[in-house]
């Protein structure tokens, strides 16, 4: 189970730290990523981590600004936005990845088997 939270409503150019706590799996055996999804948009990859916590990968669209972290200690994975723009708006996704002990970055939904709920994130210009 992913539970996600952190969202809200923030002007362009400002910060939000999203979380999503992981439970039922051990944690520090999977790859962890976000997606997101604007309306009338499809599901777009955001940010993956590996589940060793050495590699990252994000999207273009995001590059420079969203930045993603682990802390298996805490079963929790973090996508940290920065410089946020009202087209960063939308309902973002946590997701754990399906087994894979290669550390290799995931960017695909069909590579990923566990879904949270999704979080609002709405960046007023």
């Known amino acids: 189970q992913l539970q996600a939270s952190g969202g809200g409503l923030v002007q362009a150019g400002g910060s939000l730290k999203l979380s999503c706590t992981a439970s039922?799996?051990?944690?520090?055996?999977?790859?962890m990523g976000w997606f997101r999804q604007a309306p009338g948009k499809e599901r777009d990859f955001v940010a993956t981590?590996?589940?060793?916590?050495?590699?990252?990968s994000v999207a273009d669209s995001v590059k420079g600004r969203f930045t993603i972290s682990r802390d298996n200690a805490k079963n929790t994975v973090y996508l940290h936005m920065n410089s946020l723009k009202p087209e960063d708006t939308a309902v973002y996704y946590c997701?754990?990845?399906?087994?894979?002990?290669?550390?290799?970055?995931?960017?695909?939904?069909?590579?990923?088997?566990?879904w949270g709920q999704g979080t609002q994130v709405t960046v007023s210009s």
């Open positions: 039922g799996r051990t944690f520090s055996s999977y790859d």
């Open positions: 981590i590996t589940w060793t916590g050495s590699t990252t």
């Open positions: 997701a754990q990845a399906k087994y894979d002990w290669r550390v290799r970055p995931k960017q695909k939904e069909d590579e990923y088997d566990y």
